[in-house]
C-alpha cells in the first residue's frame, strides 16, 4: 500500500524520533543531534546518532540509519506498511482511505470546532453552581475575573459524560471527540470524558485556536494534571503556552517557566512577556520556536531541586539557538507565583533584573559544593569550573571568567586559561578522533556493503554521491544541471536509482525529505541515504561543484568504454588519438 506525501507528513510530524526511537535507547542529547548505544548490533562506544534538525538516525558503526519509519520497521521487524500502521495508532492518526486529504483537513477542523466548544463549555460551568469551587480554588490563588476571562480558564464538571452530552447535542460524533482527546473509551467500550472535576486552561496556538487542555485537580488525588495527548492539531512537545500574549510585547525578552500557575501569575502582575512548555520536559522543538520571537530567554523555574534541574536541562537545550539565555535565583518561595503572592511585582522585577547568564548560572550551581577555604577543594572547583569553561570557544568569554575566577580564589590568570586551554584542546582531540573513527568505518564497511559497485568505481561514485548529496541540500540546483546528465553517466545502480527517484519528485515541484523515499527503498538504502544526506558538513553547495561531479562521473564513463588498443580496430586507435590531441 502506497501513502500520500500529505499522510507521511502527518505520521512525521507527530511521531517525534526521539520520542520513538528513546525506549530502545538511552539517548544523550547535545546540540541538534542525540547519541546512544545501536541497538542493532553489539558495541560498547556511542556510535548511534539520531539529528533532530532531519529527523533522522545512523549508526556509524553498522550503517543502520533512517527516517522514524524506517526505525519502526527494523527494530520491530515489519514490513513498510505495518509501521507506518504502528505510527498512525501511535499517534492516533487514522489509516488513510480514498480522499484522504480532504477527510484530514476536515477532521482537522471537527477538532479545533470541539476545542472551541469545549472551551465554552467549560468556562460556562465555571460560573455555575457546579463549577464553584473551581471559581473558589482561582480566587485562592488571588486570579481575578479579568485574568479569568483573559486565558480563557473554566471548569470540567464532575461527571462522567457532561461535555459529551454537550458537544454531541451541537452535532459532534463520538469519533471525533476521540480524536480530539476530549473523549476517550473504556475497557468495556463506554464513551466517556478525558476531563472531569478539574480547573480547566485552554492551550491557544499563536493564530488564536484553541488546540488542546490542562486540567488540574482541586485535592491530593493523582495525576495532579490531565493534559491532552498528541492530536492532529496539536502535538505536545511543539506548543509553548501563553506565547499568543507574549509574542505581542515589544520587548525582546521572554520569561520561561514551567507551569500555566505561574505563568497566568506573572501575565496577572504586569509581565505579559512570560511563557511556558508543555509536557514534562522542555524540548528543542519549544526553543526553536521562543527564539523566533525572543532574543532573550529568562528561566524563572521553581528553586526545588527537581526545578534547578529542568533548568539545567533547559539551558542546554536553548544553548543551541541564537537567543541569550539568562536563570533567575528566585528568592523569598518555590516559584513565581508564590513570590509575587507574598512580595508583589517589584520584588520580582529585582530578581528578573538579577539574573545570570549560563556560564554564571553553572558556576554557581557548582561553587555551592566545595569548601573554598580549603586547598583541595578550590583545586577540585577549579577543575569543575575550568571544564565548563573549555566548551566555550569565545576567547573573550573565557578571558572575562577566567579574571574573575583568579580574583575570588587567588589563582594567577595564567594558570586558570592554561588548563581551559589545555581541556579544549583533549575535547578537540578526542571529538576529532571518534569523527575520524565513524567516517572510516563508514566508508570501508557500511558503503561498501550497501553499494558494492563503489568499490570498483570509487571516482565515479564518489562524485554521484556528491552530486546526490548536493541535490539534497540545494533542490534548486536540479533544474539547472537536468539536463547535464544522463542516466548511463551513472556507474553504480543504486545511486542511479536514488538519483532518478529525487528527480521524479523534483519534477513534481514536491518535498525531497528523505521520509518520502522510504517507500521505495530497503532499511540499508535508507542508512547510506541518510549518510549522503548528513555530508552536507562537507559540501560546497555550489552549482560548480554540481557541474564538476558531472564532469567527473562523465570523464569516468569514457574510461570504461573506452576499448583496450589490441581490441580496436586501425580507425579507432587513430580516432582516441585525435580526441586526445583536441583536448
Known amino acids: 500500500m502506497r501513502f500520500s506525501d500529505e499522510f507521511l507528513s502527518e505520521v512525521k510530524d507527530r511521531n517525534d524520533i526521539v520520542d520513538v526511537i528513546s525506549p530502545y535507547v538511552d539517548l544523550r542529547i547535545r546540540g541538534r ?90 468556562y460556562k460551568i465555571l460560573y455555575s453552581p ?71 486552561f485552554p492551550i491557544i496556538d499563536l493564530r488564536g485556536s484553541v488546540i488542546a487542555f490542562g486540567g488540574r485537580v482541586l485535592d491530593d488525588s493523582k495525576p495532579k494534571y490531565v493534559n491532552t495527548s498528541d492530536t492532529l492539531v496539536y502535538k505536545k512537545s511543539q506548543g509553548v503556552f501563553a506565547l499568543n500574549f507574549a509574542k505581542r510585547g515589544t520587548g525582546k525578552t521572554l520569561i520561561l517557566c514551567e507551569g500555566y500557575m505561574d505563568v497566568i501569575a ?12 508543555l509536557g514534562t520536559a522542555f524540548t528543542p522543538e519549544q526553543a526553536k520556536l521562543l527564539s523566533k520571537y525572543g532574543e532573550e530567554i529568562i528561566l524563572s523555574y521553581d528553586s526545588d531541586e527537581a526545578g534547578q534541574k529542568a533548568a539545567r536541562k533547559a539551558v542546554k537545550i536553548l544553548s543551541a539557538t541564537p537567543v541569550r539565555i539568562k536563570v533567575a535565583r528566585l528568592q523569598g518561595g518555590k516559584d513565581p507565583d508564590e513570590i509575587l503572592k507574598k512580595y508583589g511585582k517589584e520584588k520580582m522585577r529585582e530578581i528578573l533584573s538579577q539574573a545570570v547568564g549560563e556560564i554564571d548560572f553553572d558556576l554557581q550551581r557548582i ?56 581541556k579544549a584542546r583533549q575535547k578537540a582531540k578526542r571529538a576529532g578522533r571518534a569523527f575520524f573513527e565513524k567516517a572510516a568505518v563508514f566508508t570501508d564497511e557500511s558503503m561498501k556493503r550497501v553499494n558494492p559497485e563503489r568499490q570498483k568505481y570509487p571516482a565515479a561514485a564518489k562524485a554521484e554521491e556528491t552530486l546526490i548529496a548536493s541535490i539534497l541540500h540545494n533542490p534548486d540546483f536540479y533544474y ?14 543504486l545511486n542511479l536509482r536514488i538519483y532518478r527517484l529525487i528527480a521524479a519528485r523534483l519534477e513534481e515541484r514536491k518535498s525531497t525529505d528523505i521520509t518520502y523515499f522510504s517507500q521505495d527503498l530497503s532499511p540499508e538504502e535508507m542508512g547510506y541515504l541518510v549518510r549522503l544526506e548528513a555530508m552536507r558538513e562537507n559540501l560546497g553547495n555550489t552549482l560548480k561543484e554540481c557541474t564538476d561531479c558531472i564532469k567527473r562521473m562523465k570523464e569516468e564513463k569514457e574510461e570504461r568504454e573506452q576499448k583496450k588498443p589490441s581490441q580496436m580496430t586501425d580507425d579507432e586507435w587513430l580516432n582516441m588519438f585525435k580526441r586526445k590531441n583536441d583536448q
Open 367 to 422: 561553587k555551592a559544593d566545595y569548601d573554598l577555604s580549603q586547598p583541595e577543594e578550590k583545586i577540585a572547583y577549579l577543575g569543575k569550573a575550568t571544564d565548563i569553561l573549555s566548551d566555550f570557544s569565545s576567547s573573550v568569554k573565557r578571558d572575562v571568567y577566567a579574571s574573575k575566577l583568579s580574583s575570588e580564589l587567588g589563582v594567577s590568570k595564567d594558570a586558570i586559561e592554561a588548563e581551559i586551554k589545555k
Open 480 to 493: 539547472k544541471i537536468r539536463d547535464k546528465i544522463n542516466d548511463d553517466d551513472f556507474a553504480t545502480s
Open 266 to 277: 506573572y501575565h496577572q502582575a504586569g509581565f505579559t512577556n512570560a511563557v511556558a512548555g
Open 33 to 122: 543531534t542525540a547519541t546512544g548505544l545501536c541497538p542493532f548490533h553489539n558495541e560498547k562506544t556511542p556510535s548511534f546518532t539520531v539529528y533532530l534538525d532531519t529527523q533522522s538516525y545512523y549508526c556509524f558503526g553498522c550503517g543502520a540509519g533512517g527516517d522514524v519509519i524506517t526505525f519502526v520497521k527494523t527494530i520491530e521487524s515489519l514490513d513498510y506498511t505495518e509501521a507506518v500502521k504502528a505510527l498512525a495508532e501511535r499517534s492516533g492518526l487514522p489509516l488513510p482511505a480514498d480522499g484522504f486529504d480532504s477527510s484530514i483537513a476536515k477532521m482537522k477542523r471537527r477538532i479545533l470546532d470541539a476545542n472551541r466548544e469545549a472551551a465554552r463549555f467549560f
Open 130 to 200: 457546579e463549577g464553584r469551587k473551581g471559581l473558589d480554588y482561582f480566587a485562592s490563588r488571588n486570579l481575578s475575573k479579568e485574568t479569568i476571562t483573559h486565558f480563557g480558564l473554566g471548569f470540567a464538571p464532575d461527571r462522567w459524560d457532561g461535555l459529551l452530552r454537550h458537544l454531541k447535542s451541537m452535532g459532534f460524533t463520538e469519533s471525533e471527540l476521540i480524536a480530539a482527546n476530549l473523549a476517550k473509551k473504556t475497557q468495556k467500550g463506554n464513551v466517556i470524558d478525558v476531563f472531569r472535576n478539574r480547573v480547566m
